[in-house]
Structures are given as structure tokens and as C-alpha cells.
């Protein structure tokens, strides 16, 4: 029996289990690259984003982490034979379908996709059926791509378990959530996990360019006008939109696709004519198409360090609202989170200090989730360590009491220290005896400690926010006779 025919209704009328609809079964992947759109109208109504998906590795953009050479995902692509099961888990847009069309093409099997959002049990039985009777007449191979893998429960993924063990199909699943959290443990420890990060600027800037360089953007312009195939020809896309695009869509490259695509569309519906050589599609046009208003910054110019100097002093100022703002402008910007997140850190002890000890832990733990979670989801921890930095009491006596040291130092030069706190004897050179605090009560010794002509110098005075430390002062220096 045809595969193709295998699970439409029975004669009797019998409810029609999932047949193979598009990109879910038939032919190989190999075999499903797009046609051009003379050779088939129907494949010309996709997205531009699937127009443009790259099918071999050296035009995919990005994962360079996973891609490097000899990885085992880039083996896995290249080689092709025995595709292992996986989870490819990172943000929208940044490639998980893509490499896991590539996998099947290249390894020759059938290419079957489903998203778990609006599947159930049903279809995914369908897809085993077919992948066994695959296996039993001439022994192709099933690639099954499940998007949004999380979305499935306990029972549904209990069901693809047995199928991933006897090596009918293999597994690809892709999800946005931790898949440590989302997926079974039993499905989980079959399967190789590949993190993903959202693209770079640049990087997306790249997929755009790309993408106005192919046929297929033309088609698509083509396809909107009421012209011959060639009147989309003289469109024009300003550098500063495709800047915009790639900056504002989030590390998304689907996201800056769909936009570039009705910014060209919308631009040639309306006839825009600005210039005289033909149709344009500016950062306005960009903006309407992404539905985001452009930022005027610079990352290198003066913005870049006005708006972080503004960010300094409005949560300096004790301002959480002027803080958040400053920061989403340089968020919005596509601003570094991690130039940002130094500049917390540094205030955190520059203008806070001992006065909230706590505020460096914020900051140093935003730092982390900057660098372990990446944009967009870091976004939260910056915005939490701003609101913490902005509310914290403030003083900045340690940086004042360090400046007075440093210029005590570099005004009458480095005093020896005393012997008994040196690391051990010289010869010729009586050192005394070293009084460790911890023979005391209290764990405070009356021993000088400063070098000979600093004695009594006082550099760290607390300030009004501090008053548990100048306490503390107080009664270390009256126990030290002082």
C-alpha cells in the first residue's frame, strides 16, 4: 500500500487519522527544497523566513558554539548516517527547525513535523505508524521534529519513549524552557541536549542582507505588485532600516524576516516613491513592520556614554523610575547588558557600599544571569538590580576612605610594615611578637597595627547609613585603647 494513502479515511467513513500534510511525511527532506516560484505558486504563499532557510551548514548564521568543527551537531549534520535523538533548546528564531531539516535531509530520512501546541496522542501515534511501516517495507528512516516539546504532558511523552529506545524514529525536539524541567527524565536521558542562544545583532543583520541579496524577497515584492515579475526590481532598502530590523527583533531571526517582508510588501502596496529611483523602505517603514519605534542611539558615540552616565546618576539619585528608564533605552538601544551590568556592579560598591553590603550580591548575581542567561530573559535580573540599586541607602565612604589612604601613600610614600605583622623574620632583625586577636575577648588585640609615623591616622569615617558599622567602630577602638 502507498505510504502516502496508508492513514487517510477507510472506504467505510471512518475518522481520518493524521496523514501526512505539509513538511509531515511522503518524500524525503532531500526532496522538499523550495521550488522557484514559476514551478509552483503554492510554495511561493510561505514566509519569507522559510523561503530563505539555508540548507546546507556554510549559510547557516550563528550556534558557532555547536557548529565548531568536529562537534558532535555538526557530525551528526555532515555525516548523516544514524542521526542521534536530541533536544534543541534556545529562543525563537535562532535555528532549532532549520538544523533539524538538515539533519534529515542529509541523512535521507523522512522528515516529519509536528508542533506539540496542536498535537495530541493521536498524531503522534500516526507518526509511529508510518515510521514502523517505513522501517518494515524498505527501511527509510524517520526524522520526527516535535516544536514546543514542553507543551506535551507526562503521558505524551511517556508515549514517544519506546519509539526513541528501538531506534524507530529519530527524536528531534525543540523547546524555548529548560528542557531539565520540561521533559521526562527517562525521554531526557536518551537524548542529547544542544543550548542554543539567541543571534547577535550582527548576525541577524547578516541573515537580512542575505535575504534582500535572494531571489525570493524579489518574488515576494513581485507577488504583491499588480506588475510584471520584474517591477520589484527597483525596490530600495536603506541600510539604517536593515540596522533597525536587526537590532530591534531580539536575537530573532524569523521575527526580523516576517517584518522585513511586510516592510517591502507595504512599501510597494502603497507605492511609497520618496526618491526618485524607485520604491524605499526606510526605519519608518521598518518601525510600522516590527510594530517598535527606532532609538535613536549610538553604541559608540556620545549616547552610548550620556545615557549610561544618566543611568549612574539617576539610581545614584535614589530614582527607580528615571533608573528603569535610562536602562531601557539602552536596552531598546541594543546597548551591551554586559557594559550595563559592570557599571552595576561598580555602583553597587561606589555608591552604596557598606551602607546595603547586600547590593553587591545583586549586582554580581545580575552579572551572572547576564552571562548564563543572555538577552532577552536577562532584561528581568537587570531590571530587579536596578530597582534594588536605585532604593538601597547610599554612602560612599569606602571609596572616600580608600582615595584618603591612597593619597596619604602617594604623599609621604610606603611605611614598612610593622615586624610583627610581616610574613616571617629577617635576619639581623628583631620582629617582636604578633598578638592574634582571637587570644582576646571580644577577638580584638590592643597591638598597633598601622606602620610607625601612621599610627592614629584616620581614614574611614562612617557616615549617618553606616551607623551599625560606626557602633561597631566605637567599641573596637575603646576595647584597642584608643
Do not use: C
Not at 527509510?140 to 514517544?160: C, G, M, P, S
Not at 524541567?181 to 537580512?208: C, H
Amino acid at each position: 500500500m502507498d505510504i502516502d494513502t496508508l492513514f487517510e479515511p477507510d472506504a467505510e467513513g471512518g475518522e481520518p487519522s493524521a496523514g501526512p500534510g505539509p513538511g509531515r511525511g511522503g518524500a524525503p527532506a532531500g526532496n522538499s527544497s523550495p521550488p522557484r516560484p514559476s514551478e509552483s505558486p503554492a510554495e511561493d504563499a510561505r514566509p519569507l523566513a522559510a523561503r530563505v532557510r539555508p540548507g546546507r551548514l556554510e549559510e547557516f548564521v550563528g550556534q558557532t558554539h555547536l557548529l565548531g568543527k568536529d562537534s558532535a551537531l555538526r557530525m551528526a549534520i555532515e555525516q548523516g548516517h544514524n542521526p542521534h535523538s536530541m533536544i534543541l533548546y534556545g529562543p525563537p528564531g535562532s535555528g532549532k527547525t532549520t538544523l533539524a531539516r538538515m539533519i534529515a535531509e542529509r541523512s535521507g530520512a523522512v522528515f516529519e513535523e509536528l508542533s506539540a501546541v496542536q498535537t495530541g496522542r493521536a498524531e503522534v501515534r500516526a507518526v509511529l505508524e508510518r515510521a514502523a511501516h517505513r522501517q518494515a517495507t524498505n527501511g527509510t528512516r524517520t526524522v520526527f521534529f516535535l516544536d514546543e516539546i514542553h507543551r506535551f504532558n507526562k503521558a505524551q511523552q511517556d508515549a514517544l519513549l519506546p519509539a526513541v529506545e528501538e531506534g524507530l524514529l529519530t527524536l528531534i525536539g525543540a523547546t524555548t524552557e529548560n528542557p531539565a524541567f520540561e521533559v521526562n527524565g527517562a525521554l531526557l536521558s536518551r537524548m542529547r541536549v544542544y543550548a542554543l542562544t539567541a543571534l547577535s545583532a550582527e548576525e541577524v543583520g547578516e541573515v537580512l542582507r542575505r535575504a534582500l541579496a535572494s531571489e525570493q524577497l524579489d518574488a515576494s515584492i513581485a507577488a504583491t505588485a499588480d506588475q510584471p515579475s520584474d517591477a520589484g526590481r527597483g525596490i530600495m532598502v536603506e541600510p539604517e532600516a536593515l540596522d533597525f530590523l536587526a537590532l530591534r527583533s531580539e536575537g530573532d531571526a524569523r521575527t526580523a524576516l516576517n517584518a522585513l517582508e511586510l516592510a517591502v510588501e507595504t512599501a510597494v502596496e502603497l507605492g511609497d516613491r520618496s526618491s526618485g529611483i524607485g520604491q524605499r523602505v526606510g526605519v519608518a517603514r521598518a518601525e510600522d513592520a516590527l510594530q517598535r519605534r527606532a532609538v535613536l542611539y549610538d553604541k559608540k558615540g556620545d549616547r552610548h556614554y550620556d545615557y549610561i552616565s544618566a543611568w549612574i546618576k539617576a539610581t545614584r539619585g535614589s530614582d527607580p523610575d528615571a533608573s528603569l528608564y535610562y536602562l531601557a533605552v539602552m536596552l531598546e538601544g541594543g546597548e551591551d547588558p554586559r557594559f550595563i551590568v559592570r557599571r552595576m556592579v561598580i555602583l553597587a560598591s561606589e555608591d552604596i557600599g557598606n551602607a546595603d553590603p547586600g547590593a553587591l550580591s545583586v549586582a554580581t548575581a545580575a552579572a551572572q544571569a547576564v552571562e548564563h542567561v543572555g538577552l532577552p530573559e536577562a532584561k528581568f535580573a537587570l531590571a530587579q538590580a536596578a530597582i534594588y540599586l536605585s532604593l538601597a541607602p547610599k554612602s560612599n565612604t569606602a571609596g572616600r576612605a580608600l582615595g584618603a589612604a591612597a593619597g596619604h601613600v602617594r604623599e609621604h610614600g610606603a611605611a614598612p610594615a610593622p615586624g610583627w605583622l610581616r610574613s616571617g623574620p629577617r635576619p639581623g632583625q628583631d620582629v617582636g611578637g604578633y598578638d592574634n586577636p582571637h587570644a582576646h575577648p571580644g577577638h580584638v588585640s590592643p597591638q598597633e597595627l598601622m606602620p610607625e609615623g601612621v599610627a592614629g591616622t584616620r581614614f574611614y569615617e562612617p557616615d549617618e547609613v553606616e551607623g551599625e558599622l560606626a557602633r561597631r567602630l566605637e567599641e573596637i577602638r575603646r576595647a584597642r585603647g584608643r
